[in-house]
């Protein structure tokens, strides 16, 4: 049985998505521009992880950073495309459609990812129930984008 806060962290995590997204939009508004909200987001955020590793310290030697793979860099990137993406899309499709279509996609890598052990995830098989639950995550992106 998992920590109940380790539980509650991701929910957090989660229900904190649609505000960040609200939020990025109304700052790409007052920019006039979605990269430049993205990059005051990204400051901001490396900022705070900045102190958290100066405070902890724990800065990565150099050796550690020559060590990384090129893919390694690639969650930034990926950050970087989910902040743009969500100050830009957020606002316009609104939150509830919005984050029905961030669950979906996630779910579907999430599949992907078990399944083939990518990533560092442990290999879990795709099941007819792990299927099922995507395909329902779908519908019920369908429902919410009819109204």
Request: no cysteine; aromatic share 8%.
């Given at each position: 049985?998992?920590?109940?806060?380790?539980?509650?962290?991701?929910?957090?995590a989660g229900?904190l998505?649609?505000?960040?997204?609200?939020?990025?939009?109304?700052?790409?508004?007052?920019?006039?521009?979605?990269?430049?909200?993205?990059?005051v987001?990204?400051?901001?955020?490396?900022?705070?992880?900045?102190?958290?590793?100066i405070?902890?310290?724990d800065l990565?030697t150099?050796?550690?950073?020559?060590?990384?793979?090129?893919?390694h860099l690639?969650?930034?990137?990926m950050?970087?495309?989910f902040?743009a993406t969500?100050?830009?899309?957020?606002?316009r499709?609104?939150?509830?459609?919005f984050?029905?279509l961030?669950?979906?996609?996630?779910?579907?890598?999430?599949?992907?990812?078990?399944?083939?052990?990518?990533?560092?995830?442990?290999?879990?098989?795709?099941?007819l129930?792990?299927?099922a639950?995507?395909?329902?995550?779908?519908?019920?992106?369908w429902?919410?984008?009819r109204?």
């Amino acid at each position: 049985m998992h920590p109940w806060w380790l539980l509650a962290l991701p929910f957090l995590a989660g229900a904190l998505m649609p505000l960040q997204a609200g939020i990025n939009g109304q700052l790409a508004n007052n920019l006039s521009s979605v990269m430049s909200a993205a990059l005051v987001s990204f400051v901001v955020g490396t900022l705070a992880l900045l102190a958290i590793v100066i405070v902890q310290r724990d800065l990565p030697t150099l050796a550690a950073l020559k060590s990384l793979s090129w893919w390694h860099l690639g969650g930034g990137l990926m950050g970087a495309f989910f902040i743009a993406t969500a100050a830009f899309t957020g606002p316009r499709i609104g939150a509830m459609l919005f984050m029905s279509l961030i669950l979906a996609g996630q779910m579907v890598m999430a599949l992907l990812l078990d399944h083939q052990g990518w990533a560092g995830f442990r290999e879990a098989p795709i099941s007819l129930g792990k299927l099922a639950g995507v395909a329902l995550i779908i519908g019920g992106v369908w429902l919410i984008r009819r109204g």
